[in-house]
């Protein structure tokens, strides 16, 4: 379960419309976008509470903002602190890697 996400996760959260505009995910998806406003009001993600389908899109919403944060197409955390920016976007590096060896698990 994710708790108190920081910016990335919150992007997804409060924008869902926007965040599935990319180009990396298809138009808007009712499932996902009311997962992500359920985790809002609760303040936590349950990922073990999910069918494995919405489990899946959900994952690869939250892995496609980290990899936008990460590429600069999305402004992350103290993005005028390169410092700290940089921190943060390895967070979110590590965070990709370990959605992808999920789905090499899965």
Known sequence: MLQSPRNSFRYVLL????SFATPFLPGNDD???NALELAQAFGSLDLKGMNERLRCKVMQAIKT????TISGAIEGWRPHDQKDHAL???ALAELVKLIQE???AS
């Open 15 to 18: 924008n869902p419309s926007e």
């Open 31 to 33: 499932g996902v976008c």
């Open 65 to 68: 903002v980290a990899e936008e």
């Open 88 to 90: 943060y976007c390895e």
């Open 102 to 104: 999920q789905d090499v």
